[in-house]
């Protein structure tokens, strides 16, 4: 079969200063099994290099094209106009970060997927994540929770296992294929306002599609100390996105029986974890405001009261069992 008889994927990379790592990540492409694909980069108003590089390539592969910004754009707001410049011929897109790469049968593999199952709008993998720096890095497998060897899967219950189990499938944006007519559907694919839109617009697109899975490891993430990832675990903005989620979209999957209790518990969890934060000398403002104010978009106000008793039941426990409550701390805490 000739590759233009195969569907168009649209590859697209957002880059800004990504010099050190930009060219494996193009490499990761132009090496892909798959070959009807066509890849724009887009140039955020790099200083680095990285422009440089995305035009040595692009000199020497016709399917590649440059986009140069304007002016600097913040990171969400420039993934969103990076999906902008996908092919209007394409039927599938994939966004691949330029500190990441993907592996040889990345495409293959999950366009196959996704023309086996029609109803599939986002197909996922495996992933393999880079952890720490130096001496301490390593590797870890992640993105896993969906059964084998099953490839299609409801993308209510997904959803569903993502508010009651807290089995998380999506990984990046890098880890996931999109078919294309959903991304085109959304003038702003990505929520601007929130720091993990990209685990909301799964959840959006899967209230009328289904999920896609390739038990592979297909993509690789890499561990970047100055990447909006390394901020969201500074800040552990994640417990934040869950509950965001949970609150705006929780109800479309979720009985109200089952949406009232696990609101409940969330809340309790997100105070205990803030407990904790104090216990373990938590004191930055930076932190503490962002969740005072996702507190209260989430539930209408951020309580005092009840941070102070989740501290008191920590210490309680602390003093009854000191040995269990020191091992839950460094649990929760990592």
Excluded at 49 to 61: M, Q
Excluded at 308 to 323: E, F, G, N, Q, T
């Amino acid at each position: 079969m000739s590759p233009r008889s195969l569907p168009l994927v649209s590859v697209v990379t957002p880059v800004y200063n990504n010099a050190e790592h930009f060219a494996e990540c193009i490499e990761s492409v132009l090496a892909q099994s798959y070959q009807n694909w066509d890849y724009t980069i887009v140039n955020n108003c790099c200083t680095d290099g990285s422009a440089e590089i995305a035009r040595r390539y692009a000199a020497k592969n016709p399917r590649i094209r440059i986009h140069d910004n304007a002016h600097f754009l913040r990171a969400i707001s420039n993934h969103n106009l990076a999906l902008r410049q996908i092919s209007p011929e394409s039927k599938y897109c994939k966004i691949v970060f330029a500190d990441d790469w993907i592996f040889p049968q990345c495409l293959e593999q999950m366009v196959s997927v996704a023309e086996e199952h029609p109803s599939v709008g986002i197909v996922g993998a495996y992933g393999l994540q880079e952890v720490g720096a130096g001496a301490s890095r390593k590797h870890e497998v992640v993105w896993t929770g969906m059964s084998f060897p099953d490839n299609l899967f409801s993308g209510r219950e997904v959803c569903r296992r993502l508010f009651l189990e807290k089995t998380y499938v999506f990984g990046t944006a890098t880890s996931l294929l999109y078919r294309a007519d959903l991304v085109r559907s959304r003038d702003a694919f990505y929520n601007e306002s929130n720091l993990h839109a990209d685990m909301e617009v799964c959840v959006l697109l899967l209230k009328t599609c289904d999920f896609g899975f390739a038990h592979q490891i297909l993509t690789f993430k890499r561990w970047r100390p100055e990447s909006l990832g390394t901020l969201t675990a500074d800040l552990y903005t994640t417990i934040a996105g869950h509950l965001y989620n949970l609150v705006t979209h929780g109800p479309d999957f979720l009985t109200k029986e089952e949406f009232e209790g696990l609101l409940h518990r969330r809340v309790a969890e997100y105070y205990n974890f803030l407990g904790v934060s104090f216990m373990r000398g938590r004191r930055d403002e930076k932190f503490w405001e962002y969740h005072k104010i996702k507190l209260a978009e989430a539930v209408g106000g951020f309580s005092r009261v009840r941070l102070a008793r989740a501290i008191l039941w920590r210490l309680c426990k602390a003093l009854v069992s000191p040995y269990e409550t020191s091992a839950k701390l460094r649990e929760m805490w990592d």
